[in-house]
C-alpha cells in the first residue's frame, strides 16, 4: 500500500462530506438537533456522536464490501486480471458523475421524518443512529465515490480496515468543523456554508476532470492497447 492510496482515500471521505447532497444534510441534521439543546457543549457532542455514527457505518461497510470481494476467490481473481480494463470505464462514468453530467437527480434516502423528529426531540440521544441513517443515504455523488472508487481502491490493495476507515474519518473532518461553528460561532455558519459551496464546486469540478482525463488513458492502454511510452 502506498501513500497516494491512503491519501486518495481520505481526499475521497473528504470530497463526498463537501458535496452538496451530503454537506446540506449534515448540516440540517447537526442544526436540526441542536435546536432542543441549550448547551454549546452538548450540541458539539451531539455533532461528534453524528459523525461517529457516518463513520462507523463507512467502516463497517466499506469493509464488509472489500472483505467480501477478497474473500470470494475467483471473484479476486477476476478483479485482478481485468481491474485495469474495468477502471477506465468506471473512472470516465465517475467523472460525468462529478461534473454533474450523469445522475443528478437520483438518490437513496434511509433516514425517515419520523426519526428525524425524534432526534430534534431528544437531541443527542438520537445523533448517533441519525449519522448512521444519514450515511445509508446515497446521492449519486457519494454513491460514485464510495462504490465506484473506494471499494475497487480497496479491493487493489487488500485493505477491507484501512482504507475504509480513512474514508470515514475524513468525512467527518468538514462535520466536526460545521458542528463547531452551530456550537459557538452560528453566525458565520451561512458564510462558511456558502464559502465551502464554491470551493467545492472547483474542487468537484477538477477531481471530475482528472477521473475522466486518468480514465480515458486507462481505457485507451489496457483496453485499446494504445502505448504513450514515446509521449
Do not use: D
Not at 125 to 152: E, H, K, N, R, T
Not at 192 to 205: C, D, G, M, P, Q
Amino acid at each position: 500500500m502506498t501513500w497516494v492510496s491512503i491519501t486518495t482515500a481520505a481526499w475521497l471521505g473528504i470530497l463526498t462530506a463537501i458535496s452538496p447532497c451530503p454537506l446540506a444534510s449534515n448540516v440540517a441534521a447537526i442544526s436540526f438537533i441542536g435546536r432542543q439543546l441549550h448547551s454549546k457543549t452538548a450540541i458539539l457532542f451531539s455533532g461528534l456522536l453524528y459523525t461517529t455514527g457516518r463513520t462507523l457505518t463507512y467502516l463497517a461497510l466499506g469493509a464488509l464490501l472489500s472483505s467480501g470481494v477478497l474473500a470470494s476467490g475467483e471473484l479476486s481473481r477476476f478483479l485482478q486480471k481485468y481491474l485495469n480494463e474495468i477502471l477506465g470505464p468506471l473512472l470516465i462514468l465517475l467523472g460525468m458523475i462529478l461534473l454533474g453530467l450523469i445522475g443528478s437527480g437520483l438518490s437513496i434516502q434511509m433516514a425517515g421524518e419520523e426519526i428525524q423528529q425524534k432526534a430534534s426531540k431528544r437531541g443527542a440521544l438520537y445523533a448517533f443512529p441519525l449519522g448512521i441513517l444519514f450515511a445509508l443515504s446515497f446521492c449519486p455523488v457519494s454513491a460514485g465515490l464510495f462504490f465506484g472508487a473506494l471499494i475497487p481502491l480497496a479491493v487493489s490493495n487488500n485493505s477491507s480496515l484501512l482504507l475504509p476507515a480513512l474514508y470515514g474519518i475524513g468525512t467527518a473532518i468538514p462535520v466536526v468543523f460545521f458542528a463547531f461553528l452551530i456550537a459557538f460561532s452560528s453566525k458565520w455558519l451561512g458564510k462558511a456554508f456558502k464559502s465551502l459551496n464554491h470551493i467545492e464546486f472547483y474542487v468537484r469540478t477538477a477531481t471530475g476532470i482528472i477521473f475522466i482525463v486518468a480514465g480515458l488513458y486507462y481505457t485507451l492502454a489496457h483496453i485499446y492497447g494504445i502505448s504513450f511510452a514515446g509521449l
